[in-house]
């Protein structure tokens, strides 16, 4: 139910990156901006980023804070709070909490703003990843802990009660590229920035090729980069239902239309997760030093859809947050993983979608 509040509150909303990072604030500032509509919301983000916040309301604005030159350094920082500083704000909610995010929100605090900052659970996260007296037990979700800080600031906000936005037209600009939507649209992004979370070449492959094999789906591939995009290449070969996202012109903002579009997206524990969740597409996800524990399951996708390396096999599981730390052994952990129960979960999602679908026609039939 929307909130009232005094007029003229302006809230900041600090998170500069990574990718799926920022996309997991999406889910957190469309239930501030619902269910408090005469509050005004500025996020505080990298450029790149924009498109993920651009249709959420016209009360939500972006601004664009480039630490590559005007707000480099020290000096930079206080150069963006200056520029803040204008918009008259009222609270600052740092979803970063790293030293730019800890600068601002010491400015604002010294000038006496209301600032909260995100708890990252770091005692909890060693526990998880610890190789010995490992407590292996769930932690809160990040989206969880984004929302705890609107709460310090008198926002609190119920996350999943928040519905997803209708699906954008695709324009002429994106079915150039994917062609009329027919069919199975299944999305695999098989990349992520640390090895310990990229499923084996030969088993993605196998999965491609199963999926490609069943002539009712397309499969999209997504990746970034000339050499990315070389390897998806390979992946695809001559299969005409195989269309490599990675090289293709388009923004953030059109993939974004595709990957809503998608009744399906494969992805490691990376971006393309968050970002085919907050656009309400099923999510299914590989796991290998990282774990769902840790709270980064895509969001609303139920815990079964992600499949996880064999703990019985590698104890030590998850050896990582961010899946950047190297623990000898355990390179082949994701190998426990076959591709066809890979194959097995995507199509049993495919399946659910297409009931509950029905079954939605005949509630409006009836």
Same mark, same amino acid.
């Given at each position: 139910?929307? &909130?009232? +509040?005094?007029?003229?509150k302006h809230i900041i909303l600090l998170r500069f990156?990574?990718? /799926?990072?920022?996309?997991?604030?999406?889910? +957190?500032?469309?239930?501030?901006?619902?269910?408090?509509?005469?509050? &005004?919301?500025? @996020?505080?983000?990298?450029?790149?980023?924009?498109?993920?916040?651009?249709?959420?309301?016209?009360?939500?604005?972006? %601004?664009?804070?480039?630490?590559?030159? !005007?707000?480099?350094?020290?000096?930079?920082?206080?150069?963006?709070?200056?520029?803040? $500083?204008?918009?008259?704000?009222?609270?600052?909610?740092?979803?970063?909490?790293?030293?730019?995010?800890?600068?601002?929100?010491?400015?604002?605090?010294?000038?006496?703003?209301?600032?909260?900052?995100?708890?990252?659970? $770091?005692? /909890?996260?060693?526990?998880?990843?610890?190789?010995?007296?490992?407590?292996?037990?769930?932690?809160?979700?990040?989206?969880?802990?984004?929302?705890? +800080?609107?709460?310090?600031?008198g926002y609190p906000v119920d996350v999943y009660s928040?519905?997803?936005?209708?699906?954008?037209?695709?324009?002429?600009?994106?079915?150039?590229?994917?062609?009329?939507?027919?069919?199975?649209?299944?999305?695999?992004?098989?990349?992520?920035?640390? &090895?310990?979370?990229? %499923?084996?070449?030969?088993?993605?492959?196998?999965?491609?090729?199963?999926?490609?094999?069943?002539?009712?789906?397309?499969?999209?591939?997504?990746?970034?980069?000339?050499?990315?995009?070389?390897?998806?290449?390979?992946?695809?070969?001559?299969?005409?239902?195989? @269309?490599?996202?990675?090289?293709?012109?388009?923004?953030?903002?059109?993939? #974004?239309?595709?990957?809503?579009?998608?009744?399906?997206?494969?992805?490691?524990?990376?971006?393309?997760?968050?970002?085919?969740?907050?656009?309400?597409?099923? @999510? @299914?996800? #590989?796991?290998?030093?990282?774990?769902?524990?840790?709270?980064?399951?895509?969001?609303?996708?139920?815990?079964?859809?992600?499949?996880?390396?064999?703990?019985?096999? %590698?104890?030590?599981?998850?050896?990582?947050?961010?899946?950047?730390?190297?623990?000898?052994?355990?390179?082949?952990?994701?190998?426990?993983?076959?591709?066809?129960?890979?194959?097995?979960?995507?199509?049993?999602?495919?399946?659910? !979608?297409?009931?509950?679908?029905?079954?939605? &026609?005949?509630?409006?039939?009836?």
């Open positions: 139910m929307p &909130k009232k +509040v005094r007029a003229n990156s990574a990718m /799926g990072d920022v996309a997991m604030t999406v889910p +957190v500032i469309r239930a501030l901006a619902q269910q408090y509509p005469e509050l &005004k919301i500025t @996020v505080v983000s990298r450029g790149i980023f924009r498109p993920f916040f651009d249709t959420i309301s016209p009360r939500v604005h972006f %601004y664009d804070a480039d630490f590559t030159k !005007a707000h480099k350094g020290i000096l930079g920082i206080w150069r963006l709070y200056t520029e803040l $500083r204008k918009l008259h704000v009222t609270a600052v909610a740092d979803l970063h909490n790293v030293l730019r995010s800890k600068l601002l929100t010491f400015f604002f605090s010294s000038r006496g703003k209301n600032t909260a900052t995100v708890d990252k659970n $770091r005692a /909890g996260r060693k526990q998880l990843t610890a190789k010995k007296n490992k407590v292996f037990k769930p932690l809160k979700p990040v989206i969880e802990n984004y929302a705890d +800080v609107l709460a310090k600031l928040v519905p997803i936005p209708d699906k954008k037209r695709l324009t002429k600009d994106i079915t150039s590229t994917t062609g009329k939507k027919e069919g199975n649209w299944i999305g695999i992004a098989p990349f992520a920035k640390h &090895k310990g979370k990229v %499923y084996p070449k030969s088993y993605i492959t196998q999965v491609i090729d199963s999926l490609s094999a069943n002539t009712k789906n397309k499969v999209f591939l997504f990746g970034g980069g000339k050499e990315e995009e070389e390897k998806l290449l390979g992946m695809a070969g001559d299969k005409n239902n195989i @269309v490599v996202i990675a090289g293709k012109t388009m923004n953030l903002w059109q993939e #974004l239309k595709l990957i809503s579009h998608l009744d399906v997206m494969l992805s490691m524990d990376s971006a393309n997760g968050q970002m085919a969740a907050i656009m309400g597409s099923k @999510v @299914v996800t #590989l796991w290998g030093a990282t774990h769902p524990y840790a709270g980064f399951v895509p969001y609303k996708q139920p815990l079964e859809n992600s499949l996880t390396a064999d703990r019985e096999k %590698y104890p030590l599981l998850p050896t990582s947050i961010y899946g950047n730390k190297r623990v000898e052994g355990y390179e082949d952990a994701m190998k426990t993983i076959t591709p066809q129960s890979v194959v097995a979960k995507i199509e049993a999602v495919l399946d659910a !979608a297409k009931k509950e679908n029905t079954s939605k &026609k005949q509630d409006i039939i009836l």
